[in-house]
Nanobody, 129 residues
Framework: QVQLVESGGGMVQAGGSLRLSCGTSWRTFSYKNMGWFRQAPGKEREFVAAISWNGGSTFYADSVKGRFTISRDNAKSTVYLQMNSLKLEDTAVYYC??????????????????????WGQGTQVTVSS
């Protein structure tokens, strides 16, 4: 059973930073595209960022572009989400998502929930004023 385990969430003031991590024992992690999604209370789960299997391509939601950075360390089977200049509207549960494959990543692929086969339990990020 593949598990994705997020960590690094918490409470931070607006303008602050957090770094989320997602570790896994997934044997084929290094060959899979990965993503981050988030879900705020009363809202649908939404795409945040995605990264190709080799880290060569990244995609971001317009709402986080320029503030968030997704990266990965295949040697450690870990994907990261560095979040800077946090806003109140970034408050949500953040989920790590494991892609079905390592196909050439496109915006359409990254946005589609069906592109991901494994999901973490989520980590809460709360941004306060």
């Amino acid at each position: 059973q593949v598990q994705l385990v997020e960590s690094g969430g918490g409470m931070v003031q607006a303008g602050g930073s957090l770094r989320l991590s997602c570790g896994t024992s997934w044997r084929t992690f290094s060959y899979k595209n990965m993503g981050w999604f988030r879900q705020a209370p009363g809202k649908e789960r939404e795409f945040v960022a995605a990264i190709s299997w080799n880290g060569g391509s990244t995609f971001y939601a317009d709402s986080v572009k320029g503030r968030f950075t997704i990266s990965r360390d295949n040697a450690k089977s870990t994907v990261y989400l560095q979040m800077n200049s946090l806003k109140l509207e970034d408050t949500a549960v953040y989920y790590c998502a494991g892609g079905r494959d390592g196909s050439t990543i496109t915006t359409d692929w990254a946005l589609r929930i069906a592109s991901y086969v494994y999901w973490g339990q989520g980590t809460q990020v709360t941004v306060s004023s």
